[in-house]
């Protein structure tokens, strides 16, 4: 019996010991189905209508240094601010929003643009897609990378008729009087400078002075 015990134990310790080094070296996979990404992208001029987004892999672990970008390119209608070097994110070709990760996995993009979008925009972590978003509201209805009574008068005739996601601006599935709250809490808010999504004119810098 003591035999049997002692067999045993090494078996079981031999396991404990050989199960890590299994797994030694092999990079954490983010998973589309544990990770966390908000519904829609919801962007301000002033950079103040943050994008959440918490990457953890299969077994729920917050892979921290994971690279997440937001792909814009099938979105023309979307301003994107220049960087004026206080952004924790990069801006890339197409555009592609870029953001690394904290140590609890997560990335709070403050995305400085304007316009709206129905989508798709894809966001991946580490070239894995993790959703596809089919709405991209903003105070800046117009996208002209200021918010001012222009764009409550977009809002207004949106707010009329059917659901329309792009006039949902706080993400809440619903369009009402909080959603022109919303916009008025951003009244003013603006950049000096866009950068146009199309990929044809990327490079060039559209100056608006106010």
């Known amino acids: 019996m003591r035999t049997r ?5 090494l078996i079981i310790a031999a396991l404990g010991v050989a199960a890590p080094a299994a797994h030694a070296g092999t990079a954490a996979v983010p998973s589309p189905a544990t990770s966390t990404v908000d519904p829609c992208l919801r962007i301000c001029p002033a950079g103040d209508m ?10 729920f672990v917050p892979i921290g240094n994971s690279t997440v970008t937001v792909d814009l390119s099938a979105c023309p209608s979307v301003m994107v601010c220049p960087l004026i070097g206080s952004e924790p994110y990069t801006i890339l070709p197409g555009p592609t929003i870029r953001m ?4 609890l996995g997560i990335a709070d ?6 316009g709206t979008c129905g989508g798709p925009v894809n966001v991946f972590a580490d070239g894995v897609l993790l959703a596809i978003l ?12 200021v918010v001012n009574a222009t764009d409550q008068g977009i809002l207004a005739v949106k707010l009329g008729g059917a659901y329309d996601p792009t006039a949902d601006i706080n993400c809440n599935t619903t369009m009402g009087a909080d959603d ?3 916009l008025v809490r951003h009244l003013g808010h603006s ?5 146009p999504v ?3 004119s990327w490079g060039r810098i559209k100056i608006h002075y106010r």
């Open 50 to 59: 943050n994008f959440h987004v918490v990457v953890r892999d299969y077994s």
């Open 5 to 9: 015990r002692t067999i045993l134990t």
């Open 100 to 103: 690394t990760t904290n140590a």
């Open 191 to 195: 950049c000096g400078a866009v950068v």
């Open 134 to 145: 089919t709405a991209v509201p903003s105070p800046d209805q117009n996208g002209d990378a």
């Open 198 to 200: 199309s990929p044809r």
């Open 109 to 114: 993009i403050p995305l400085r643009a304007g």
């Open 180 to 182: 022109s709250a919303e």
